[in-house]
């Protein structure tokens, strides 16, 4: 008789059915083969995502390996928003956890080229397109605000192919899929 391990995919649970469904159609855009095949090895259980009991404005945070969502808002999104939202705390969620320390080189990468080129005071502006403040620290961030595709790249135009090229050169993402070719459409 023959053997054979079985891995499950990665997956989410939610309350929002629309993310649980649709989660594995993004992850493949976002990540190359290779690293998806580690996802799955790694994570033994399905991703469970919390509702975000306070009322509060914001979205969606990831404490560790916890993300929690508003689902009251989620509900008014398009799968495609709410997939951006989720797929920031993804990144997040691989930042936090030690097997993916290549995850948190990526982000100290566009981390340095970012910070080497944008005033410390416009990292924000930088990040989201807006003068706002984002709610945690943003050295966390480089690599979540991918995701976003809200980056004013008129701080530092040069930036775009640096991103670009750090991304591509991982070998971690999946630079070819419509998710990114959207965020970095020339
Ligand atoms: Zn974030």
């Known amino acids: 008789m023959k053997y054979e391990l079985i891995i499950e995919k990665l997956k989410i649970e939610s309350e929002i059915e629309k993310l649980n469904k649709n989660f594995r159609k993004y992850i493949e855009q976002v990540f190359s083969p290779v690293f998806l095949n580690k996802l799955d090895r790694v994570f033994k259980e399905p991703l469970i995502i919390e509702d975000f009991k306070e009322k509060s ?16 808002m989620f509900n008014e999104l398009t799968t495609d928003r709410a997939m951006v939202y989720i797929i920031h705390e993804l990144f997040h969620v691989l930042q936090n956890k030690p097997q993916f320390n290549n995850i948190r080189r990526i982000n100290k990468m566009l981390g340095m080229a ?10 924000n502006k930088f990040l989201t397109g807006k003068s706002q403040n984002i709610y945690s620290n943003y050295k966390d961030e480089f690599l979540s605000y991918c995701s976003n595709f809200a980056f004013d ?13 750090i991304l591509s050169n991982s070998g971690i993402f999946n630079m070819k899929s419509e998710w990114w070719l959207k965020r970095f459409k020339k």
């Open 114 to 123: 970012t910070m080497s080129k944008i005033n410390e005071a416009n990292i």
């Open 153 to 165: 790249w008129s701080l530092a135009p040069s930036l775009k192919n640096e991103y670009y090229s």
């Open 57 to 72: 404005n914001v979205m969606a945070i990831t404490i560790g390996s916890q993300i929690s969502v508003n689902t009251k």
